[in-house]
């Protein structure tokens, strides 16, 4: 499984921002693809995520706790795309962000759980 993630960029403290994750390859009938954002200095964060799961075409979503209600997480299976849309962002935000994919219908917090990376994408917001 390949992924690529986009959308990173500048952004004004308050502002949005949507980063997209691409996924190719072969995936399994049940996956979860996470976000995780590692700012410098400061280890690995997770803070979201999104399962799948072909055979009851039903998704979950699961999030950091402190990001719940301004990031969103969502899929486009048509486009093997998952987003991650970002809105009222902080400073503290500031961080490479990383989409991954774990070969479990079930979604994780720890990146040790994720089998496969893709290339970060920047996002910087300024105060």
């Known amino acids: 499984v390949q992924l690529q993630a986009s959308g990173g960029g500048l952004v004004q403290a308050g502002g949005p921002l949507r980063l997209s994750c691409a996924v190719s390859?072969?995936?399994?009938?049940?996956?979860?693809i996470g976000w995780f954002r590692q700012a410098p200095g400061k280890e690995r964060e997770f803070v979201a995520a999104?399962?799948?799961?072909?055979?009851?075409?039903?998704?979950?979503?699961l999030y950091e706790d402190s990001m719940k209600g301004r990031f969103t997480i969502s899929r486009d299976n048509a486009k093997n795309t998952v987003y991650l849309q970002m809105n009222s962002l902080k400073p503290e935000d500031t961080a490479m962000y990383y989409c991954?994919?774990?070969?479990?219908?079930?979604?994780?917090?720890?990146?040790?759980?994720?089998?496969?990376w893709g290339h970060g994408t920047q996002v910087t917001v300024s105060s």
């Open positions: 991954a994919f774990r070969y479990s219908g079930l979604a994780a917090r720890s990146s040790d759980a994720y089998n496969s």
């Open positions: 390859g072969r995936t399994s009938s049940s996956y979860a």
């Open positions: 999104i399962t799948w799961n072909r055979a009851w075409s039903a998704s979950n979503t």
